[in-house]
């Protein structure tokens, strides 16, 4: 048992790409950087690192990668391949670990103990699955859009408003809102002419879409808008034939009620831990 560790994402889907394609929903994560990387999608610097971990089988049951500067994202179970893990990456600069709360919890403890470094949790988060949409009853003034080129300034500032909100370094938002605009995966609810909230997703990956960024302007909260784009696009998603998928901060209790009143139901927690 031992994991093997590259910088070839078609190596990496070679060898884990069953794995992660076997649960799709709680590999979403995973699956949908794989894709960005194979694709070349914006937002991804530097040199990535994939691994993946053999079961004394043969078989893969584990997996991780890490986009510098981001954490490193991994989907495995807490126990033997997490303290592997720890030894394994001994000497890779690595800012944090995203996974499952017992595995984050795990891989910082053996992290602490080879590198001395502590660690704290920065992030909690749950992903749901949308069941049956259950649009916001009664619906908001006005109605969806597709995002234009000429939205373009208004979405940069949205974009770069939403990754502060959500305490995460947006880099030039510019690359990945030309890029939904182009491939039509970013939405706007619009009022009186007036854009009022945005909705994203991410490029379909094993038959799951995931709703990503959505963002209302404080000064326009409490209106309804950022359920009503919500439930627009993922009907969208819905209506060619994906699941749909979505994930919350747990420090937020206003979105976990709403997206529960949306129809989408929760799968599992993750823990973003932060290293030094």
């Known amino acids: 048992m031992s994991w093997a560790m590259g910088e070839s ?17 709680e590999h979403n994560l995973l699956l949908t950087i ?5 694709v070349r999608a914006p937002g991804y610097g530097g040199t990535p690192l994939f691994g993946w971990w053999r079961e004394q089988d043969g078989q893969v049951g584990g997996a991780f990668v890490q986009t510098p500067p981001r954490p490193v994202v991994a989907a495995l179970s807490a126990g033997e391949a997490t303290e592997s893990l720890a030894r394994a990456l001994a000497g890779t600069r ?42 916001p009853s009664p619906a908001p003034p006005g109605g969806e859009r597709p995002a234009r080129p000429d939205d ?4 940069l500032a949205w974009h770069e408003a939403f990754y502060r909100d959500v305490g995460e370094p947006s880099g030039d938002p510019a690359p990945a809102v030309d890029d939904r605009i ?20 991410t490029r379909p990956v094993a038959g799951v879409v995931r709703i990503a960024p959505v963002y209302t302007p404080d000064a326009l909260r409490g209106r309804g808008y950022g359920g009503a784009v919500t439930a627009a696009i993922s009907r969208q998603a819905l209506e060619r034939g994906y699941e749909v998928v979505l994930f919350t901060d747990l420090g937020n209790p206003t979105s976990n009620a709403l997206y529960q009143r949306l129809g989408y139901r929760p799968v599992h927690d993750r823990v973003v831990v932060a290293f030094g």
Request: hydrophobic letters at 45%.
């Open 182 to 201: 182009g491939h039509g995966r970013l939405s706007l609810w619009e009022a009186d002419g007036v854009p009022v909230s945005m909705a994203g997703s």
């Open 34 to 38: 794989m894709e960005n990387v194979s």
């Open 152 to 155: 373009r300034d208004l979405l």
């Open 94 to 135: 690595i800012s944090g670990f995203n996974a499952e709360p017992r595995t984050a919890e795990a891989f910082a403890a053996a992290w602490g103990r080879r590198t001395g470094v502590g660690a704290q949790v920065v992030k909690r988060t749950r992903l749901y699955r949308l069941g049956r949409l259950v649009p």
């Open 9 to 25: 994402v078609a190596e990496f889907r070679e060898a884990a790409g069953d794995f992660l394609r076997s649960r799709p929903v």
